[in-house]
């Protein structure tokens, strides 16, 4: 937990301070995600929050609502929810996951759906070196669960000596040169 939680925190303020910025005419724009617009980009993160927040105490996991426009407010809580030490005891009885791999998939989404937000509005974005790393070394270990369970697409081609963000990108199925 000590060592997750700044990490955690400081992706999910990142991605809070990207959402914060959206504006109207831009929920309709493609992102590095091809099954998202922005809309539907927030919309995930809203649901990644609640779902997050609801397993940190041991609940459920949750099926994706609408779009709401609170996603600040809901990352807000998951924070709050992973703060407290037991939520990081045991496994998910929902999920059947130990928490931990719980945490590092929150610490993925957060970096690389900010990454997505950001490329799509046209914001700057440079995720905690660190995150990238624990985010990347998880990644790698769990690609084929994770391309199994629909969370990733096909790998995409990245120089073995690139970035260790774009080698991320490119485990999970992102162009890391992708643009609108």
């Known amino acids: 937990m000590e060592d997750m939680m700044p990490l955690m925190t400081r992706a999910t303020e990142r991605?809070?301070?990207?959402?914060?910025?959206?504006r109207q005419d831009q929920l309709g724009l493609p992102t590095p995600c091809a099954k998202f617009d922005?809309?539907?980009?927030?919309?995930?993160l809203e649901w990644v929050a609640e779902m997050f927040e609801s397993?940190?105490?041991?609940?459920p996991?949750?099926?994706?609502?609408?779009?709401?426009?609170?996603?600040?407010?809901?990352?807000?809580?998951?924070?709050?929810?992973?703060?407290?030490?037991?939520a990081w005891e045991g496994t998910s009885p929902d999920m059947g996951?130990?928490?931990?791999?719980?945490?590092?998939?929150?610490l993925v989404d957060m970096v690389v759906h900010g990454w997505d937000l950001?490329?799509?509005?046209?914001?700057?974005?440079?995720?905690?070196?660190?995150?990238v790393s624990r985010a990347l070394h998880f990644t790698d270990q769990m690609v084929e669960m994770g391309r199994?369970?629909?969370?990733?697409?096909?790998?995409?081609?990245?120089?073995?000596?690139?970035?260790?963000?774009?080698?991320?990108?490119?485990?999970?199925?992102?162009?890391?040169?992708?643009?609108?």
């Open 15 to 22: 991605t809070v301070e990207l959402v914060r910025t959206v």
């Open 38 to 44: 922005v809309k539907d980009l927030v919309s995930h």
């Open 55 to 59: 397993l940190a105490g041991k609940g």
């Open 61 to 86: 996991r949750l099926e994706q609502g609408p779009y709401a426009g609170d996603f600040p407010e809901r990352a807000e809580r998951t924070l709050a929810a992973w703060s407290r030490p037991e």
């Open 97 to 106: 996951l130990p928490m931990g791999v719980l945490a590092h998939m929150y």
């Open 118 to 131: 950001a490329r799509a509005t046209g914001q700057k974005y440079e995720p905690a070196p660190e995150a």
């Open 148 to 180: 199994q369970r629909g969370a990733f697409g096909p790998p995409v081609a990245v120089p073995d000596d690139a970035p260790a963000f774009d080698r991320l990108l490119g485990v999970i199925g992102r162009d890391p040169a992708w643009k609108a």
